[in-house]
């Protein structure tokens, strides 16, 4: 079976180095606002002009998501090919996601939507940064 680690020359690259770095705050941020998130839907859940069953369920899906891309971004910091090719693929479908549920018409509240299109601005980064030629390269180096 072939490793699954990066070599510690591509690890410790400096732009390897700024890149994971980068992502981690990315996604830190990502994880720090999904969960303050569900912190205010818990504590407004009796509102439900504000906190709609959509709401409820975006929300949790939001802090999972950020969770497992937090566990990811680790693991593509220590050099795992799986961590990375799992926080490309999960960053890129949350990113898609986002929009879709910005776009929709009437399903969320105003807040949720702007709430959403930060993450989603974090998101961007992240996959901005996990497809640079770099990491790319790192990555797929043999």
């Known amino acids: 079976m072939t490793a699954r680690i990066i070599t ?3 690890l410790n690259h400096p732009q390897s180095q700024t890149a994971f770095r980068n992502v981690k ?3 830190g941020c990502y994880l720090g606002l999904s969960m303050l998130t569900l912190v205010a839907i818990v504590l407004l859940r009796d509102n439900t002009a504000i906190v709609t069953p959509a709401v409820w369920v ?10 497992l891309t937090t566990f990811f971004a680790a693991q593509m910091a220590r050099g795992s090919r799986g961590g990375y090719l799992r926080l490309r693929l999960v960053s890129a479908i949350m990113l898609v ?3 879709v549920i910005i776009a929709l018409p009437g399903t969320f509240p105003l807040w949720m939507k702007i709430e959403q299109g930060v993450c989603g601005l974090l998101l961007l980064g992240v996959v ?6 770099h990491l790319r ?3 797929t180096t043999r």
């Open 25 to 27: 705050l990315l996604v």
């Open 58 to 67: 975006r929300g949790t899906i939001v802090v999972a998501s950020a969770l």
């Open 128 to 133: 901005g940064v996990v497809n640079s030629k």
């Open 97 to 99: 996601a986002i929009v």
């Open 8 to 10: 510690e020359e591509h």
């Open 137 to 139: 390269s790192t990555f």
